[in-house]
Every structure is written in structure tokens, then in C-alpha cells.
């Protein structure tokens, strides 16, 4: 695994207030996998009255430093290493699924410079390698034979079912002087998928994390089950646990109201 100091800075946008109120962090928003920063882009315009906002795309995701694998560490410790060279002491951390992993790791193993974490739909457990026919459907897409966006969407709508996730893909494609591309690195997080489906496991010291932590779910998701709030506690103190009950797995943009209210209350709560 490649030592996460030769790496270039993780590519990200800054928004919301220019620096963050006195006594307040600020927020880092973390995209699931195959996204970039800015599928959380409601939820950022949603906080910028309130908040300094970086939305950052991840390892081998959007314009971010490629690498030829990676796993959770290298992902927390990209970040982390963002907000040194920024010079941020301390920051909130939320994640949409993969992205709510790397906030769990990041709140675990860098205890010191986490503030609060919320982690929307995704759990500390290992899943299932349900994204193998998806990579094996995109690794076998020749994009130099699409003229158009359109006629690329044309051929995922007939290959998936999720409209989430059809434009999920087509907000990766990038027109470059040779036509199409994809911006994330197909093949490292083909190589690195066993890696991403593991659990979350407490650090060497065996301490968990005391931030305050907010588990968001959606009703409608497969991705959280009540069974695996035991281990998030085992993981985080504090952690508190709330359903969006008519959302499923994307329920930052089927239920943007709803999502952006709860992590504005919680963010907001004064926990001491």
C-alpha cells in the first residue's frame, strides 16, 4: 500500500462561510463510492450560511491523486493530511456509505481532530460483493463508441434499474481532446473492493471513538439493518440512531429536507 505522504493532495471545494465561526468547525463532506464531492452538493448549499463546507473527492474518485489500491487507512489518512496543509485543527465529519466508512475511521484513529460524525446509510459491518456485475458491466463499456451522453445513458438505462445510480456514472464522464472519460480510476477501485467491503474495527488501542455520532439511515435501504446498531456502539460511545423511513440507500437526495434538517439539528446541538 502506497504511504499516503507521496500522495498529492486530495482534490476538493470550498464553500459555505470563508472561515469557520469562532468556536466551530468545519464540515467535510465524504461521497460514497464511484462519486465525487459533489453528490453531497445539496447538502453543502444547505449548510453554507452556517458553515466552512469542503467537499473532497476521495482517492481514485473525481480529480483526486490515483493510486494502484487503497483501503480505509490510506483513505482516512488522505484526508486527514487534506486538512493539516489546510491548516484545520479540527473538523465535522459526514459520509454517505463508503464515505460514512472513512468518517468511521477517521473519528476512530484520529480522535483529536474530529469534532462531530455522521454517517448516512451505511454500517461498520462487512458486505456482501454486490457491485461485481456493475464493475463488470463498466469495465466492458468502449467509450470511444458514444458520441453523446445520451447515448451512453441509453445503454446504462437498459443495463440498470437505479436512475440513482445510472446518474451517479454519467456525472463521472468528462469530454477530454480524445472523447469520453471516466474521472474515477476504474481499475484501483476494482482492485481494491474487497478492501472497501470490510467492516470498521476499533484501533490498535481498542479505545472507541467519544465524538458525538449520528447514524442516518433509510427505511427502505438494505444497507442498514437494526441488528447492526450493536456494532456501532461498540465502535462509537455516543452514537445516536435515526430512520428516514420512506428513503432508501440515497436518501440524501430522495428526502434532501429531511437529510439536510437532521445534520443541520445535530451539527447545531450543543453537546457540552
Same mark, same amino acid.
Given at each position: ?10 482534490? /476538493? ?18 461521497? @460514497? ?14 449548510? &453554507?450560511?452556517? /458553515? #466552512?463546507?469542503? #467537499? ?34 479540527? &473538523? ?17 484513529? /484520529? ?15 462487512? $458486505? ?11 469495465? &466492458?463499456?468502449?467509450?470511444? %463508441? $458514444? ?28 469530454? #477530454? ?15 481494491? $473492493? ?11 488501542? @481498542? ?11 433509510? @427505511? %427502505? ?6 441488528? $447492526? ?44
Amino acid at each position: 500500500m502506497k504511504n499516503v505522504s507521496s500522495i498529492e493532495p486530495l482534490h /476538493y471545494k470550498h464553500t459555505g462561510l470563508a472561515e469557520p465561526r469562532t468556536n466551530d468547525s468545519p464540515v467535510v463532506l465524504i461521497h @460514497g463510492l464511484l462519486g465525487m464531492g459533489r453528490n453531497l452538493g445539496a447538502l453543502a448549499r444547505s449548510l &453554507a450560511d452556517d /458553515y #466552512s463546507i469542503l #467537499s473532497v473527492d476521495l482517492l481514485n474518485h473525481g480529480r483526486s491523486p490515483r493510486t494502484d489500491v487503497m483501503d480505509f487507512t490510506l483513505l482516512a489518512n488522505s484526508v486527514v493530511n487534506l486538512l493539516t496543509d489546510l491548516g484545520i485543527a479540527k &473538523a465535522h465529519f459526514i459520509g454517505h456509505s463508503l464515505g460514512g466508512k472513512v468518517a468511521m475511521t477517521i473519528a476512530l484513529n /484520529y480522535p483529536d481532530q474530529t469534532d462531530k460524525c455522521i454517517i448516512a446509510d451505511i454500517a461498520p459491518v462487512t $458486505y456482501a460483493p454486490e457491485h461485481n456485475d456493475l464493475f463488470a458491466l463498466l469495465s &466492458a463499456i468502449d467509450l470511444s %463508441q $458514444y458520441r453523446q451522453r445520451a447515448e451512453l445513458q441509453a445503454h446504462l438505462t437498459k443495463q440498470l434499474k437505479d436512475a440513482s445510480v445510472i446518474q451517479l456514472l454519467l456525472q463521472n464522464l468528462k469530454r #477530454s481532446r480524445t472523447g469520453w472519460q471516466w474521472q474515477m480510476h476504474l481499475p484501483a477501485i476494482i482492485a481494491s $473492493y474487497d478492501a472497501l467491503r470490510e467492516g470498521i474495527h476499533l484501533p490498535e488501542n @481498542g479505545q472507541q471513538a467519544n465524538c458525538p455520532c449520528l447514524f442516518l439511515c433509510g @427505511g %427502505q435501504s438494505h444497507y442498514w439493518r437494526d441488528e $447492526y446498531e450493536v456494532q456501532a456502539r461498540k465502535l462509537f460511545s455516543f452514537a445516536q440512531f435515526h430512520t428516514i423511513a420512506s428513503a432508501s440507500h440515497w436518501l440524501h437526495i430522495e428526502r434532501p429536507e429531511q437529510f439536510n434538517t437532521k445534520v443541520a439539528d445535530f451539527l447545531a446541538f450543543a453537546d457540552d
